[in-house]
């Protein structure tokens, strides 16, 4: 452990921003990778008993192992290039979709101010990191030279920018009664004596239903999965995807709905805050542990969404996104500002 | 040299070499991922001049909107390349005329800002509040006539496309929301209470 603190030391003292930088980027990467890996083993066990099934069940205790398994397996496997494929681009794009999806936990803080970057406009920046995720998609169906591919990519990117809008409708209401682009000044402005009535969820019902809505279609998932699509495009926009590429995708996925389940709870369920009154000793005091509660809430929902509907026509897709969320939110933008005017909602009371 | 220093040089420098190679690659979709690149180190940039703001809606509004939909287009057209590029060599001139003329403009433009006015302390940093609450505040009220009138150009703009591309075509099936919703189950489909097993076949019966 010694020679771990040492070797810090002497690479802080001589290459400082170089040590921060590097520091920064691992120290949130590995809990995130983590954290992919016991959610698909979680995702697999949950939907096994909603099958009335045992799910993993054989490597490692509780089938525990079962991802690491899987992840030795794609990284060693071979990575086929399809016939006249663009191959910088079909290697580029599982990347160009990882790294703001990484990028994007820089922002999200698990205690009062405690993030990686506690950045003034960081609501906007993650807006900004998710909104780029869409890049490796589009370039995936493009660069693999494939019918299959294309029509795949043509469906996520087109999903992608209608619940955009809806989405940052939904948090603009957010801002509107918070004040602030800053995600712990989101947070503390859910505090209040009323506990669990204080959050923003009461008084923003459906721009909270919205925003969930739209996370789930924004990150492909079930019932929102046209870009895969197994049964209309084969696999959509990663047909021709194998091995570490795959993976790359898979971990991508899997990482925008944690972050999804994260920010859900912080702009909407209090964060960190207690739902009891602070009277309560310790079950009222606020803490991260709160907060990881309501993200394995969501977490959890997004697997019980998959388990319980059929995928949605496309058609359907755009109309929801359009027809009904978009009014929704705008109209809600407008009750948002009235409640903030006429002092009905006061942040931080 | 400092840091943020040899940053800018770094951003400054992928900003202009990708912009050349939108002008330059041959494949449009290349040209359009290169024209994402500019606008992100462009974006860094002025992260690096403290307008995070700014930077941040930059990328969000044309790398993470307004980009995907023009790679989008350019990935449906099958666009054919080759006669686009035969007047490459014409146009150069013009191109050329065109951007000397914009550069001596901007450093015109700043070296005559930089003689006249003294320099201004960040109006921010001296209000003491973050950068995109300032703006908020100087947009909302200063500049809200102009706000409000840019917007309803681009809403104009917006209603004014439609129409446009809008074509009527009749023999359209069109699917009905409410009518799908409306629908029971009983409409769709009967429910027939018969047996399980068909009835076992009768020995066959001998005559005699």
Same mark, same amino acid.
Request: aromatic share 14%; charged share 10%; net charge negative.
């Given at each position: 452990m010694n020679y771990i603190i040492d070797a810090y030391q002497f690479c802080a003292s001589y290459f400082p921003t170089l040590t921060m930088a590097v520091a920064l980027l691992l120290f949130p990467l590995l809990p995130v990778i983590i954290a992919v890996a016991m959610y698909v083993w979680w995702e697999r066990k949950v939907i096994g008993w909603m099958h009335i099934r045992l799910g993993p069940s054989k490597i490692g205790p509780f089938g525990l192992a079962q991802t690491f398994a899987d992840v030795f397996k794609l990284l060693l496997k071979e990575i086929i290039y399809p016939a006249k494929a663009n191959k910088g681009l079909f290697l580029l794009a599982p990347l160009w979709a990882l790294v703001p999806a990484l990028a994007a936990w820089a922002v999200v803080p698990i205690g009062s101010h405690v993030a990686w970057s506690d950045a003034n406009a960081g609501l906007l920046f993650l807006l900004a990191m998710t909104s780029m995720g869409v890049y490796g998609i589009i370039i995936a169906g493009w660069a693999s030279n494939s019918r299959y591919a294309m029509l795949g990519?043509?469906?996520?990117?087109?999903?992608?920018?209608?619940?955009?809008?809806?989405?940052?409708?939904?948090?603009?209401?957010?801002?509107?009664?918070?004040?602030?682009?800053n995600l712990s000044d989101i947070v503390n402005a859910q505090a209040g004596s009323k506990g669990l009535f204080d959050w923003f969820w009461l008084p923003l019902l459906?721009?909270?239903?919205?925003?969930? +809505?739209?996370?789930?279609?924004?990150?492909?998932?079930?019932?929102?999965?046209?870009?895969?699509?197994?049964?209309?495009?084969?696999?959509?926009?990663? +047909?021709?995807?194998?091995?570490?590429p795959f993976?790359?995708?898979?971990?991508?996925?899997?990482?925008?709905?944690?972050?999804v389940s994260f920010m859900v709870p912080l702009l909407f369920l209090g964060g960190w805050l207690s739902p009891f009154p602070v009277s309560w000793g310790w079950l009222g005091a606020p803490g991260w542990w709160w907060l990881f509660a309501k993200m394995f809430f969501f977490a959890t929902a997004y697997l019980w969404l998959r388990a319980t509907f059929p995928r949605y026509r496309y058609d359907q897709i755009m109309r929801l996104g359009w027809k009904v969320f978009i009014p929704i939110t705008l109209a809600w933008v407008f009750v948002a500002g009235c409640m903030k005017y006429f002092g009905w909602v006061v942040a931080g009371a | 040299m400092t840091f943020p220093l040899i940053s800018f040089y770094l951003f400054a420098a992928i900003t202009t070499f990708a912009a050349l190679a939108v002008v330059s690659v041959r494949s449009p979709v290349h040209a359009a991922l290169c024209l994402v690149l500019t606008f992100f180190s462009a974006a860094c940039t002025w992260l690096l001049a403290d307008a995070e703001f700014l930077a941040i809606a930059l990328v969000l509004v044309y790398v993470g909107a307004v980009m995907v939909l023009f790679l989008f287009v350019v990935m449906m057209l099958d666009v054919d390349i080759d006669p686009l590029r035969e007047g490459f060599i014409k146009a150069l001139p013009v191109g050329l005329a065109v951007a000397i003329v914009m550069l001596v403009e901007m450093l015109a433009l700043i070296g005559v800002r930089s003689l006249q006015v003294p320099q201004i302390a960040d109006p921010a940093l001296a209000a003491g509040m973050s950068n995109t609450q300032w703006l908020a505040l100087a947009l909302f009220n200063q500049f809200l006539l102009?706000?409000?009138?840019?917007?309803?150009?681009l809403t104009v703009a917006i209603v004014a496309a439609i129409p446009l591309t809008l074509r009527r075509r009749s023999g359209v099936r069109m699917q009905n929301p409410a009518q799908q919703v409306r629908v029971q189950a009983r409409e769709r489909i009967r429910v027939v209470k018969m047996a399980a097993e068909r009835p076992a076949p009768q020995p066959e019966t001998t005559t005699p």
């Open positions: 990519a043509m469906r996520s990117a087109a999903q992608v920018v209608s619940y955009e809008i809806a989405m940052g409708f939904s948090l603009v209401s957010v801002l509107i009664l918070a004040g602030s682009l459906p721009m909270f239903i919205i925003y969930f +809505v739209s996370g789930v279609a924004e990150t492909n998932r079930l019932p929102f999965d046209m870009a895969e699509g197994e049964s209309e495009i084969v696999a959509g926009f990663h +047909v021709e995807y194998s091995g570490a993976a790359v995708f898979f971990l991508t996925e899997y990482a925008n709905m944690i972050l | 102009p706000f409000e009138v840019a917007a309803l150009i």
